[in-house]
């Protein structure tokens, strides 16, 4: 036998309930649009602030791409050419041996590669082009490797001096 | 506080007057207040002049009503192969063949509580324009309008536990809801005095082949003084057992 039991008639429509599908449909929109909008945003600021950063483009007007190029060619003169120089040659008189130097002008880093004979002379050698202040810059080691073929200076390593922290990774 | 719950306004409505009561919500305490008994002509006027005593300018009006109010209709092995739409269909043809009123003067609504069963209502069209313009006038929104019965079968259902037949009498009706062989049925009559409910109740204990014996009886104790008793939700609290 089964109990008398309640029940629960409505003669009331449920618009509120659908009223309350109805706001939170158009907040959760709201919110999608609102975040696309920030990132929008946060993409244009990204690019404009590389594009300050960049030289000018070619489709610039003439006078705009002179006054880059002298502002580069002015950073390139400030460069502490003498003082790096100097630092990578009396790595010949120690256990280590400059492989090859670059500095490019766009994004004004400068990286060695050199090979030494252990991880102490690579130290060594990190220390001596520390010396050398690049303003804004930081000398970091970027990547090493071993090459068992050279059996002299078998510890190769990447040294940058770029802006920012670089994450280093070991490659053996 | 930036934001206060708006006051909500409970109304048992039969057809000759309206219980009213108040419930505010604040800091996450609900509070009931006993507003009073009114002529159902009166209810908007005692709703506007409780509600200009209120400091906040909305609120939501809940109206439960009384089973003079209600024809019930119980439909039996409708399946789950049927529309909401189709039960308010049957039960609306059934209803009108039974009162002999037009289908259209009747609102029709209904829940499905058994597997194969379900219980239908209908009030008169007018009842309900009346409750709706009253909320209007009052500024309030309104909430629900359900019948009493429902929602009191289940708020008193510890008290009623095994009970197969319940039988309520009401100031102006007498009604008697039993679920016989797992089938539900609701049937009601007028009855306006002691004498006249006690003599209906047996006419519907015997129309369903029961005994009187085994019918719960309770009884709505309208005049109950304000703070005898602690306020329930659905005027569950002014609900007495009659011993038989």
Same mark, same amino acid.
């Given at each position: 036998?089964?109990?008398?039991?309640?029940?629960?008639?409505?003669?009331? $429509?449920?618009?509120?309930?659908?009223?309350?599908?109805?706001?939170?449909?158009?907040?959760?929109?709201?919110?999608?649009?609102?975040?696309?909008?920030?990132?929008?945003?946060?993409?244009?600021?990204?690019?404009?602030?590389?594009?300050?950063?960049?030289?000018?483009?070619?489709?610039?007007?003439?006078?705009?791409?002179?006054?880059?190029?002298?502002?580069?060619?002015?950073?390139?003169?400030?460069?502490?050419?003498?003082?790096?120089?100097?630092?990578?040659?009396?790595?010949?008189?120690?256990?280590?041996?400059?492989?090859?130097?670059?500095?490019?002008?766009?994004?004004?880093?400068?990286?060695?590669?050199?090979?030494?004979?252990?991880?102490?002379?690579?130290?060594?050698?990190?220390?001596?082009?520390?010396?050398?202040?690049?303003?804004?810059? $930081?000398?970091?080691?970027?990547?090493?490797?071993?090459?068992?073929?050279?059996?002299?200076?078998?510890?190769?390593? $990447?040294?940058?001096?770029?802006?920012?922290?670089?994450?280093?990774?070991?490659?053996? | 506080?930036?934001?206060?719950?708006?006051?909500?306004?409970?109304?048992?409505?039969?057809?000759?007057?309206?219980? /009213? +009561?108040?419930?505010? +919500?604040?800091?996450?305490?609900?509070?009931?207040?006993?507003?009073?008994?009114?002529?159902?002509?009166?209810? =908007?006027?005692?709703?506007?002049?409780?509600?200009?005593?209120?400091?906040?300018?909305?609120?939501?009006?809940?109206?439960?009503?009384?089973?003079?109010?209600?024809?019930?209709?119980?439909?039996?092995?409708?399946?789950? /192969?049927?529309?909401?739409?189709?039960?308010?269909?049957? =039960?609306?043809?059934?209803?009108?063949?039974?009162?002999?009123?037009?289908?259209?003067?009747?609102?029709?609504?209904?829940?499905?509580?058994?597997?194969?069963?379900?219980?239908?209502? =209908?009030?008169?069209?007018?009842?309900?324009?009346?409750?709706?313009?009253?909320?209007?006038?009052?500024?309030?929104?309104?909430?629900? /309008?359900?019948?009493?019965?429902?929602?009191?079968?289940?708020?008193?259902?510890?008290?009623?536990?095994? =009970?197969?037949?319940?039988?309520?009498?009401?100031?102006?009706?007498?009604?008697?809801?039993?679920?016989?062989?797992?089938?539900?049925?609701?049937?009601?009559?007028?009855?306006?005095?002691?004498?006249?409910?006690?003599?209906?109740?047996?006419?519907?204990?015997?129309?369903?082949?029961?005994?009187?014996?085994?019918?719960?009886?309770?009884?709505?104790?309208?005049?109950?003084?304000?703070?005898? +008793?602690?306020?329930?939700?659905?005027?569950?609290?002014? /609900?007495?057992?009659?011993?038989?």
């Amino acid at each position: 036998m089964i109990p008398m039991r309640g029940f629960r008639i409505e003669f009331v $429509e449920r618009r509120r309930r659908r009223a309350a599908w109805v706001v939170l449909a158009v907040s959760v929109g709201f919110f999608a649009w609102s975040w696309n909008h920030f990132e929008e945003r946060s993409e244009a600021a990204k690019l404009a602030a590389a594009a300050a950063a960049k030289p000018a483009a070619v489709d610039d007007p003439p006078e705009v791409q002179q006054q880059a190029d002298a502002r580069l060619r002015r950073r390139a003169l400030d460069y502490p050419w003498p003082a790096v120089l100097t630092e990578l040659e009396a790595f010949a008189d120690q256990d280590t041996s400059v492989l090859r130097f670059e500095h490019l002008r766009s994004d004004e880093n400068t990286r060695v590669t050199i090979r030494t004979k252990d991880f102490t002379s690579l130290e060594h050698a990190l220390a001596r082009v520390r010396r050398v202040a690049l303003p804004g810059r $930081e000398w970091k080691i970027v990547s090493t490797s071993r090459d068992a073929t050279d059996a002299s200076h078998p510890l190769h390593a $990447e040294l940058t001096a770029a802006k920012g922290a670089i994450e280093g990774r070991m490659v053996q | 506080m930036w934001w206060e719950a708006p006051t909500s306004w409970e109304v048992y409505l039969d057809t000759e007057r309206a219980i /009213v +009561r108040r419930r505010d +919500r604040s800091n996450l305490r609900v509070t009931w207040k006993h507003v009073g008994v009114v002529p159902r002509s009166g209810l =908007a006027d005692a709703l506007r002049a409780a509600n200009a005593k209120s400091p906040r300018a909305t609120g939501s009006l809940s109206v439960v009503l009384g089973s003079s109010l209600c024809r019930f209709e119980t439909l039996h092995q409708v399946g789950s /192969v049927w529309r909401t739409s189709d039960l308010v269909a049957l =039960a609306r043809s059934r209803i009108e063949q039974r009162m002999r009123e037009s289908g259209s003067s009747l609102r029709v609504t209904t829940e499905a509580i058994w597997d194969s069963s379900a219980i239908a209502c =209908a009030i008169r069209t007018d009842v309900y324009a009346n409750i709706e313009s009253t909320a209007a006038s009052c500024g309030l929104i309104l909430a629900s /309008v359900r019948p009493w019965i429902g929602e009191l079968l289940i708020g008193i259902r510890r008290q009623l536990k095994d =009970a197969q037949a319940v039988a309520l009498q009401e100031a102006d009706s007498v009604t008697l809801a039993i679920a016989q062989d797992g089938l539900p049925s609701i049937q009601t009559l007028p009855a306006r005095d002691e004498p006249s409910s006690n003599e209906c109740l047996r006419l519907l204990a015997v129309n369903s082949a029961i005994p009187l014996s085994s019918v719960r009886r309770f009884r709505l104790n309208l005049y109950s003084e304000k703070g005898e +008793r602690r306020i329930r939700h659905s005027f569950t609290d002014l /609900v007495v057992p009659v011993s038989t």
